[in-house]
């Protein structure tokens, strides 16, 4: 009796003291979580949800302060998407808050006046100029996230709808009747 | 004899290949206009190099290739370049691209133009003369030759050269084995100087025996050694790549492994052809064989220009007139031209005049009722039916789980669907849909990464800031404890309170000199309205001060 006791007492211990030592050993450094919802985010670094950035919201997120239907540029897939990653509801977007077009942001060039403030707004460096200088987008590196519309003195900033053309024309989903050969 | 393989699946469309077969090959002429796309290849569209207005010579580039993957475009013929815009292509979007629009002079002037010395040129150039000669895969993928013939990767065994044109109506590869088969070797030979291969397989299918026999022909007349005509069973698509090759060397190329990775790479007849004029005789890619067929009065195949309008070119065949659409390519895997105003381009191999008569409208589709008619043709070995559901139902990572982009589109499970389902619109769809998904992945993660390196560069700036302002004011306290060991406390204190009397005097002079200066000069009523007033204000003062006194026992 008093033998098994201490067999047990001793296999506990050697647990606990394995299960304590990976715990310490093994520590995930940060929310593995964060990351997987930030690696649904859009990533335009847009503000649009509240939050200074995608990475804050995904951390709102996996904290549970706010909802994710926050997100315009996601779209409702990307509702989807976290909803399947959090296993939690789908949930429609709300009001005022609907996804809109790509767009990509167009300085027109004769207007501006070189004073930065758009480069320092810019969350992804997609503007390039220097003071007193013309500034210009980088249009394969912008978000089209607006956050370079508000601060510009002379609104010379325009977003532009990237239209459809040919390469990124995509097939629509079937309605077309495909051609066979008469027999 | 060779021994031939099977691949899984495939149908037998009727071929309707006699139509177009009974002439041979008919110089079309000069168009009155030219509509050249700049890009007729797989990769990054050509630039343009040349100013409207200009007078080009044929055979000049009128397109520069841009970056790695891409290809040069060419001035069909002498003429004046009078646009380069947008316009319509053949494509299946139906939407506009980037063309140049050259209008013929009628003289046909050619550029000056040389052949290379096969032998002594390394292959480093002949790919980098392919490239500028604008020659892309004509089978109908157009992908550039220069970089199928890098073989830097991977030891290639076997070539193989498709002339199993499978498609139905489509009869350019036939007649231009039947008229040009010795050139079509002299370019398989160069392909396989290129590529370092052993051996040749030209793998052609058995209804084209004129074709087999010609070949056969160039190859003992010209003493090619290693290299076999072979006549394979007809069977769609045996034309795919990755179908031929299986046929002729028994090799199956596994899903997502490319046949290079195998030892084996496939060319199309016509490209070997192209191949041969342009390093032979320096001719870039200005024409190729089109069949025209279908609703014509004459079928035929003809050598076009690259960039003749398509009305100009069907007019020649004698278009009837209920044609309704025109269909580029075959009836499996065609697409529907969306004016006929587009260019020929490197890709057009066929073209169907197609009628409500010849081409009926389809049946609308019924539900699938999971007969996997469509998984016993499918020549990639997939499950078509799965493939459509998943498709259907936007669930693009269970398409991908079964394999969506080993789908070759050739069209056999449609083709063999009693629900009349459009299954090859859907898998395109998927593709397209993934393909857009993998793209905005791209962008996101490109955003993501010049996010965080802008904050990282934020916060350095903002430390190295700090770092300066420590810096400085450890620097400043340094010194000051260096003139503090340097003199004696006292005199320390004694300068300091020297100093803030100085101060003090200062300030107090400043505040002597500075007083008003509207008081100067007043008339005595102004004088005595002022002294009033400061009387009433040291009243209210006295007032303001007894109230505090009173207030202040309650308080306690």
Avoid at chain 2, 56 to 68: A, D, N, Y
Avoid at chain 2, 362 to 379: E, H, K, S
């Amino acid at each position: 009796m008093i033998s098994a006791l201490w067999v047990m007492i001793g296999i506990s211990l050697l647990l606990g003291a394995v299960l304590g030592y990976s715990s310490i050993k093994f520590k995930v450094e940060g929310n593995p979580l964060v990351e997987k919802i930030d690696a649904v985010l859009p990533q335009t670094q847009c503000g649009q949800c509240g939050y200074p950035g995608c990475k804050p919201y995904a951390e709102a997120i996996a904290k549970g302060e706010t909802s994710i239907n926050k997100c315009p540029p996601g779209g409702e897939e990307g509702i989807q998407k976290l909803a399947d990653l959090l296993g939690v509801e789908f949930q429609p977007f709300g009001e005022g808050a609907a996804p809109k077009g790509k767009a990509v942001a167009f300085i027109d060039e004769q207007t501006c006046i070189g004073c930065t403030l758009c480069i320092q707004a810019c969350p992804v460096d997609a503007i390039v100029g220097a003071a007193k200088q013309m500034h210009t987008i980088i249009a394969s590196e912008c978000t089209g996230c607006e956050l370079c519309l508000p601060p510009c003195p002379v609104d010379c900033i325009t977003m532009q709808a990237i239209g459809e053309n040919i390469t990124n024309w995509k097939w629509r989903h079937p309605v077309i009747i495909p051609i066979k050969a008469a027999a | 004899m060779r021994k031939l393989f099977s691949f899984h699946g495939g149908v037998h469309p009727p071929t309707h290949k006699d139509e177009s077969t009974r002439s041979p090959i008919a110089q079309a002429p000069l168009p009155s206009k030219l509509v050249i796309p700049l890009s007729q290849h797989v990769g990054n569209r050509a630039v343009p190099i040349v100013q409207v207005g200009e007078r080009v010579l044929k055979g000049q580039q009128i397109g520069r290739p841009e970056g790695k993957l891409s290809s040069a475009v060419h001035a069909s013929t002498s003429g004046t370049v009078t646009a380069i815009d947008m316009q319509l292509v053949a494509h299946h979007s139906g939407l506009p691209d980037l063309c140049v629009t050259i209008i013929p002079d009628g003289k046909d002037e050619w550029i000056t133009h040389a052949g290379m010395d096969l032998k002594n040129t390394p292959h480093s150039e002949l790919r980098k003369q392919l490239r500028n000669a604008g020659v892309v895969g004509l089978g109908g993928a157009v992908f550039p030759s220069d970089q199928k013939t890098d073989a830097h990767h991977h030891q290639i065994k076997t070539l193989v050269i498709n002339g199993a044109e499978c498609e139905p109506y489509i009869t350019c590869d036939d007649l231009l084995m039947r008229e040009r088969a010795a050139d079509i070797l002299h370019g398989a030979e160069i392909l396989r100087e290129l590529l370092h291969a052993e051996e040749v397989l030209i793998g052609i299918e058995d209804n084209k025996p004129e074709a087999v026999a010609a070949m056969q022909f160039a190859v003992e007349q010209d003493k090619h050694d290693k290299m076999e005509v072979l006549s394979i069973p007809t069977m769609y698509p045996s034309g795919g790549a990755k179908q031929l090759i299986r046929i002729l060397t028994g090799i199956e190329v596994a899903a997502g492994v490319r046949s290079t990775e195998m030892g084996v790479q496939c060319f199309n007849v016509a490209t070997a052809y192209c191949v041969w004029r342009a390093l032979a005789h320096g001719e870039p890619l200005l024409s190729r064989i089109v069949t025209v067929t279908g609703n014509v009065t004459d079928a035929q195949n003809f050598d076009v220009l690259i960039g003749t309008p398509l009305d100009e070119l069907v007019a020649l065949a004698g278009s009837k007139p209920d044609t309704d659409r025109h269909i580029m390519g075959g009836p499996m895997m065609g697409v529907d031209l969306p004016a006929g105003t587009v260019g020929i381009t490197k890709a057009t191999n066929c073209i169907i005049e197609s009628s409500p008569k010849l081409f009926p409208p389809q049946a609308p589709a019924l539900p699938c009722i999971r007969c996997t008619r469509c998984a016993d043709v499918c020549p990639a070995e997939l499950q078509p039916q799965d493939l459509y559901w998943f498709a259907k139902s936007n669930n693009f990572g269970k398409t991908q789980e079964f394999h969506l982009f080993d789908c070759i589109e050739c069209g056999a499970c449609a083709y063999v669907c009693p629900s009349n389902i459009p299954l090859v619109q859907y898998y395109r769809y998927a593709k397209s849909e993934i393909h857009e998904r993998e793209r905005d992945k791209k962008a996101a993660d490109l955003a993501r990464e010049r996010h965080e390196y802008r904050q990282l560069r934020i916060e350095r700036d903002k430390q190295e800031k700090a770092e300066k302002l420590a810096q400085k004011e450890r620097e400043a306290a340094a010194k000051a404890a260096q003139a503090a060991a340097a003199a004696p406390v006292a005199t320390q204190n004694d300068a300091q309170q020297k100093l803030i009397e100085e101060a003090i005097a200062r300030a107090q002079t400043q505040a002597a000199v500075a007083h008003p200066q509207n008081t100067e000069a007043l008339t005595p009523e102004q004088s005595a309205e002022i002294a009033a007033i400061e009387a009433r204000r040291a009243k209210i003062r006295e007032m303001a001060t007894d109230a505090g006194a009173d207030d202040e026992p309650h308080k306690q």
